[in-house]
């Protein structure tokens, strides 16, 4: 759980989107689960690249996905 706060503080910091967060949701889970998704679309995921998100990378991601 405290890499889900920490992300969820560094996108709340981001100023290029940071006031179109609706909301976050986390569900705790077992076995090193950790995905992050925007409008039901997959940005990142733990289990299929077996990391968690370097700094930046998910709002990197996120910024991709809102210019497409």
Same mark, same amino acid.
């Given at each position: 759980?405290?890499?889900?706060?920490?992300?969820?503080? $560094?996108?709340?910091?981001?100023?290029?989107?940071?006031?179109?967060?609706?909301? !976050? *949701? *986390?569900?705790?889970?077992?076995?090193?689960? !950790? $995905? *992050?998704?925007?409008?039901?679309?997959?940005?990142?995921?733990?289990?299929?690249?077996?990391? !968690?998100?370097?700094?930046? $990378? *998910?709002?990197?991601?996120?910024?991709?996905?809102?210019?497409?």
């Amino acid at each position: 759980m405290p890499k889900a706060i920490s992300l969820m503080e $560094e996108l709340m910091q981001d100023d290029n989107f940071r006031f179109d967060i609706q909301e !976050f *949701v *986390v569900i705790p889970s077992r076995g090193g689960v !950790f $995905e *992050v998704s925007m409008d039901e679309q997959l940005i990142f995921s733990k289990k299929e690249l077996d990391r !968690f998100p370097r700094a930046g $990378e *998910v709002s990197a991601a996120i910024r991709q996905q809102r210019n497409e």
